[in-house]
């Protein structure tokens, strides 16, 4: 696995989030492989498309991509607060990618948050935007990732270092069970994991 972003692919790009985009986007493309079966390349949707960026053709699970330069801050920017609440209320949600580059664009962390880590309580609405603004009335909202227990964080690369295949698949799969649960249940397990991970001990 390669950790260099390809910078020549931010040529004719002038915006730095165009350019973020398209660099993470494909590095993604190049290096990753599906955590939950394997398989050795994902797919791109469409561009646009509001549910995800990358699918696997052997497992169908799906992936969204979220980006930032520097350390990962504990509130991820996401788009809208009303369909990111549909989403998780339908079971349309898809999987989270993280990833974090350095200043020279090198790839320092690229984990995954699985879809079933993902509740309401963690969604946080922003203020809608002014009056005066293009989209004036629009909804943002942010993803609280302080809220998530550990094990809903499964590492590919850490702080540079790759994790191995084995490891990964293994520690996504110890909580699809989640997936089976109803809403209510799963957010009690979820609320039990968080205070398991207060207790600093085996
Ligand atoms: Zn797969």
């Known amino acids: 696995m390669n950790l260099n972003l390809n910078t020549k692919l931010a040529e004719g790009y002038s915006s730095n989030s165009q350019i973020a985009k398209r660099l ?19 797919y791109n949707f469409e561009n646009n498309k509001p549910v995800a960026d990358f699918y696997c053709i052997k497992c169908n ?5 979220k ?4 350390k990962f801050s504990n509130l991820i920017n996401d788009g809208a607060y009303a369909t990111m609440i549909e989403r998780l209320n339908s079971n349309k949600n898809p999987n989270f990618f ?7 664009w090198t790839v ?13 309580e963690i969604i946080i609405k922003r203020k809608s935007l002014p009056d005066t603004a293009r989209r004036a009335g629009w909804t943002g909202c942010n993803i609280d990732v302080s809220g998530i227990a550990e094990a809903g964080k499964v590492f590919i690369i850490k702080e540079t270092q790759l994790i191995n295949p084995k490891i990964v698949r293994d520690s996504f799969k110890k909580t699809l069970f989640l997936r089976e649960k109803s809403a209510e249940s799963r957010g009690w397990i979820l609320d039990v994991l968080t205070c398991i991970d ?4 085996e």
């Open 61 to 65: 699970e799906e992936f969204e991509l």
């Open 98 to 104: 993280f990833l974090t580059y350095s200043k020279t």
């Open 24 to 42: 993470t986007e494909c590095w993604v493309k190049e290096n990753s492989y599906c955590p939950c079966c394997g398989e050795t390349t994902l």
């Open 67 to 70: 980006s930032k330069k520097g």
């Open 198 to 201: 207060l207790i600093k001990k």
């Open 108 to 120: 320092e962390n690229f984990f995954i948050i699985p879809k079933q880590f993902f509740t309401p």
